[in-house]
């Protein structure tokens, strides 16, 4: 007689028609721009936060050109940095949201 319980150690049956969420191309596209989002990210708000200390080694010592060239490029290449990297951040988790929701 055979036992119908199923082997816990067996592999599960792989269904070849839907690839898998590591072969998917568009969940591995969408996994290479979470982590360039990642990576935009922490870039802008470093230099968001290089800006803020800059802005008070400023005050403490004088705002001389080079601390006010500093503080203002660090605010225009972290806003050009970061906002983009902010957008892509919304769309990568809604589109794991609506894949989720989907059952896919």
Known sequence: MTDPTPDPDADPPVNRAVPSRAQDPVRRRRA???RLVS????????LFAAAV???FVGFVVGFDEAVVDLIVGALIIGSIVLAPSIVFAYA????????LEQGR
């Not at 990576?39 to 802008?44: S, W």
């Not at 990568?92 to 894949?99: I, L, S, Y």
């Open 32 to 34: 290479q721009v979470a």
């Open 39 to 46: 990576v935009g990210q922490r870039l802008g708000y470093g």
């Open 53 to 55: 200390v800059a802005f």
């Open 92 to 99: 990568v988790k809604a589109a794991e949201r609506d894949d």
